[in-house]
T-cell receptor, first 114, second 113 residues
Framework: GPKVLQIPSHQIIDMGQMVTLNCDPV?????FYWYKQILGQQMEFLVN????????KSKLFKDQFSVERPDGSYFTLKIQPTALEDSAVYFC????????????FGPGTRLTVL | QQKVQQSPESLSVPEGGMASLNCTSSDRNFQYFWWYRQHSGEGPKALMSIFSDGDKKEGRFTAHLNKASLHVSLHIRDSQPSDSALYFC?????????????FGKGTSLTVIP
């Protein structure tokens, strides 16, 4: 089936540094999402992105977070500067359309902030 | 307040048994539900959607939706060890537009061989 790829699988950085998480969504999908998961528990919505714009974001999407997808390349989540509480697994997802269309998730990037 | 609640938090069933998972929404705007499954170390994968009242069956999996009570359940018959995973209920307000999913906290299912 369709696959979403995420690079890297694991990233360790020092607090205060910048990190960029990369997502290669399913090729014909139009909607993109980032979720945060701590300790294999609840998936928490961060942001969704369509047509080059953030459409909706949650309270977890702090000012230090930003997303973009320049020229149809990777869909990225940048955190600058990072904080200890940003340590989590970040999942990218994409869907053909929005709403209740199936979201396809990547395998996640485990971010450890020291 | 959590918009999507799941129960139980964890569940153990013997191989070949029936597993029943529950999900309730506190928001009457949520009309579209998905069940996702996440194996350890992987991303969630969609199991099935249910948008209409009643039952929907796909193989060993049956989902049931009652929109009046905002309750959706997932029943897994003939459970297999490979069904051991974290199961999420996800709800959406709309089937169009940029509405995102709201996930419950998940039910951890263990199938005992």
């Amino acid at each position: 089936g369709p696959k979403v790829l995420q690079i890297p699988s694991h990233q360790i950085i020092d607090m205060g540094q910048m990190v960029t998480l990369n997502c290669d969504p399913v090729s014909n999908h139009l909607y993109f999402y980032w979720y945060k998961q701590i300790l294999g528990q609840q998936m928490e919505f961060l942001v969704n992105f369509y047509n080059g714009k953030v459409m909706e974001k949650s309270k977890l999407f702090k000012d230090q977070f930003s997303v973009e997808r320049p020229d149809g390349s990777y869909f990225t989540l940048k955190i600058q500067p990072t904080a200890l509480e940003d340590s989590a697994v970040y999942f990218c997802a994409s869907s053909l359309w929005g709403g209740a269309y199936e979201q396809y998730f990547g395998p996640g990037t485990r971010l450890t902030v020291l | 307040q959590q918009k999507v609640q799941q129960s139980p938090e964890s569940l153990s069933v013997p191989e070949g048994g029936m597993a029943s998972l529950n999900c309730t929404s506190s928001d009457r705007n949520f009309q579209y539900f998905w069940w996702y499954r996440q194996h350890s170390g992987e991303g969630p994968k969609a199991l099935m959607s249910i948008f209409s009242d009643g039952d929907k069956k796909e193989g060993r999996f049956t989902a049931h939706l009652n929109k009046a009570s905002l309750h959706v359940s997932l029943h897994i018959r003939d459970s297999q060890p490979s069904d051991s995973a974290l199961y999420f209920c996800a709800a959406s307000e709309s089937n169009t537009g940029y509405q995102n999913f709201y996930f419950g906290k998940g039910t951890s299912l263990t199938v005992i061989p």
